[in-house]
């Protein structure tokens, strides 16, 4: 089994807290679109266009981040 130089962990112990730190990340990215989601619609109930217009683009990025790192992503119907 390969080991690592500087550690003398094998390869899947020492990527262990970076793939878990992706992972919380991936989760965070998730959450942000969910509830971006959720106050872009209270925005636009609200008739506060331009808010609802940046929610979403929030929405959107926090998406694309979360697949990028491999998390699920809510779609939510509207």
């Given at each position: 089994m390969?080991r ?10 020492a990527?262990?807290?970076?793939r ?12 942000i679109a ?5 106050l872009a ?19 959107v ?5 979360a697949?990028?790192?491999g ?8």
């Amino acid at each position: 089994m390969a080991r690592t130089p500087a550690t003398g962990a094998t390869p899947s112990q020492a990527s262990t807290p970076a793939r878990r730190a992706e992972e919380d990340a991936a989760a965070m990215a998730s959450y942000i679109a969910d509830m971006t989601a959720e106050l872009a619609q209270l925005a636009a109930r609200a008739e506060l266009q331009m808010v609802a217009y940046f929610l979403n683009l929030a929405r959107v990025e926090a998406e694309i981040r979360a697949r990028e790192m491999g998390g699920a992503v809510i779609l939510r119907e509207n």
